[in-house]
């Protein structure tokens, strides 16, 4: 199976700070990455496909690079609806493999 | 607007069995490949299985956690899928999502196995 490595596994920062979150796969995947956001008590919502697509809907203030095995997910200004905790998904290879994700709190 | 509503979940006593339902609305249902995944309390995401669209034979993978005791299936006529869960076991308590694709989700619909 892909291993799936983020890091910070966790991070506090102030409301616009630029935060910027890692993914590390233990084989190459391409651009088969994702990224989602999830709130307390909600369901994911997905950000990022294609390792740098925007999903219709979401702010141009996140934006997502990389390909084969590091990626990042960079949020440019941090609001107080960001503060939640990110998750790294491949899917180039069955079985999907998420990373532990990285929980972004305030400061 | 895409919808997406799980039900079917609820508490079922280990070595029973569950199905899940997954109604999709707003979306080109038949065209879409099915996923689901689950997060078990506290923890992190985990997919549990996929479901291709007819065009691609509707074939399906699971994890190896689940494999032989959950069946994914579909009713394009209906733009619903379902997750089969027999033998269910205690770790397999979790929030249920279904996606279509991986891009839109459901609310979610726990399954809490215990006596």
Redesign the interface.
């Known amino acids: 199976d892909i291993q799936m490595t983020q890091s910070p596994s966790s991070l506090s920062a102030s409301v616009g700070d630029r935060v910027t979150i890692t993914c590390r796969a233990s084989q190459d995947i391409s651009n088969f990455l994702a990224w989602f956001q999830q709130k307390p008590g909600k369901a994911p919502k997905s950000l990022i496909y294609d390792a740098s697509s925007l999903q219709s809907g979401v702010p141009s203030k996140f934006s997502g690079s990389g390909s084969g095995t590091d990626f990042t997910l960079t949020i440019s200004s941090l609001q107080p609806e960001d503060f939640a905790t990110y998750y790294c998904q491949q899917y180039n290879t069955f079985p999907w493999t998420f990373g532990q994700g990285t929980k972004v709190e305030i400061k | 607007e895409v919808q997406l509503v799980e039900s079917g979940g609820g508490l079922v006593q280990p070595g029973r069995s569950l199905r899940l339902s997954c109604t999709v609305s707003g979306f080109s249902f038949g065209d879409s490949a099915m996923?689901w995944?689950r997060q078990a309390p506290g923890k992190?995401?985990?997919?549990v299985g996929?479901i291709r669209s007819r065009a691609y034979s509707g074939t399906t993978?699971y994890?190896?956690s689940v494999k032989g005791r959950f069946t994914i299936s579909r009713d394009d006529s209906r733009s619903i899928a379902y997750l089969q869960m027999n033998s269910l076991k205690a770790e397999d308590t979790a929030v249920y999502?279904c996606t279509v694709e991986?891009?839109?989700?459901?609310?979610?619909a726990l399954v809490t196995v215990s006596t």
């Open positions: 996923s995944f992190g995401l985990e997919w996929f993978e994890a190896a999502y991986i891009d839109y989700w459901g609310q979610g």
